[in-house]
């Protein structure tokens, strides 16, 4: 069954503490994206990557790190910088990049203890 | 500043009828136009899209029309279902750069 899988569904941060979320795909996609949706706001891009080991900032990159070492990965890293990190967030990837028709994963909800 | 513009947050239509949500964007390169379906707690779900070129794309009780002059496209769910009821968002790209979602409109189907 080809698709996406984020983990965990809900993840607890604690202040000053690092998290990482989980993206994989086996859809064979060369993109990869990660989003993040606050209550009343549309989806906004965290980062993007188009092909493996390469990756570029979207709208709203400060405060978390991304990397992409494999093709079916895109692990993000939500860091204490990140003043504001309870979000619900969601992965996604696309066959060609920066194209059309992205497909999602079920998303992890972080909060902030 | 907003390129992809949905004016509505939410929208209530009897089941049965037509739901019409709408869409404005205010960047004349872009040339493909998307409408992703979201439940609560789910991640979105790709509906329908359509090409610049066209005008309007059908896909079963899903249309989506396209008014280039007029930078607006619009989703029609002809009848509305009780499963219908989620937040639909507009999006767009141009061949060069991501795509640009819009806030959501949220739709519920009346009884």
Known sequence: ?113 | DQQVKQNSPSLSVQEGRISILNCDYTNSMFDYFLWYKKYPAEGPTFLISISSIKDKNEDGRFTVFLNKSAKHLSLHIVPSQPGDSAVYFCAASDRDDKIIFGKGTRLHILP
């Open chain 1, 1 to 113: 069954d080809g698709g996406i899988t984020q983990s965990p569904k809900y993840l607890f941060r604690k202040e000053g503490q690092n998290v990482t979320l989980s993206c994989e795909q086996n859809l064979n996609h060369d993109a990869m994206y990660w989003y993040r949706q606050d209550p009343g706001q549309g989806l906004r891009l965290i980062y993007y990557s188009q092909i493996v080991n390469d990756f570029q900032k979207g709208d709203i990159a400060e405060g978390y790190s991304v990397s992409r070492e494999k093709k079916e990965s895109f692990p993000l890293t939500v860091t204490s910088a990140q003043k504001n990190p309870t979000a619900f967030y969601l992965c996604a990837s696309s066959a060609v990049a920066l194209q059309e028709t992205q497909y999602f994963g079920p998303g992890t909800r972080l909060l902030v203890l």
